[in-house]
């Protein structure tokens, strides 16, 4: 199976333009970190909202469940590899609107562990 690949070191960078520029009517780019997307179209009576995150490679799972009725934000790792805390913590920033977080990621040993730290630096940090 052959690849559609410019450069390795580049993909995810890529990748992400390409759905910024597929779909700028529903997400945009964090203003806090270049590997976390941010929905547009956010419910303004939700009661907590929705953090997903993961690995890159199962397009388009995770960006894809972003958009109204869904998550509110994504935070994007590596191929095949967890997001790191800095990326959950931007897009949590981002999304809090004073009702809480759901965190949304698969059970892999980097994911627990990447979102844990997040969800402790987040709350020591900004009392989210």
Do not use: C, W
């Amino acid at each position: 199976m052959k690849k559609m690949i410019n450069h390795p070191d580049d993909v995810i960078e890529e990748l992400m333009a390409g759905y910024l520029i597929a779909y700028p009517e529903y997400i945009r780019r964090s203003n806090l970190h270049q590997r976390a997307l941010i929905g547009k179209k956010r419910h303004p009576n939700r009661k907590v909202s929705v953090l997903i995150g993961g690995g890159s490679g199962h397009e388009p799972a995770f960006i894809g469940y972003v958009g109204q009725g869904m998550a509110d934000g994504v935070a994007v790792g590596n191929i095949f590899a967890s997001p790191s805390p800095i990326p959950i913590q931007a897009v949590t920033r981002e999304i809090h609107d004073g009702n809480g977080v759901l965190y949304i990621y698969g059970n892999y040993a980097g994911d627990l562990m990447n979102f844990e730290m997040a969800s402790e630096m987040t709350e020591v940090e900004d009392d989210i």
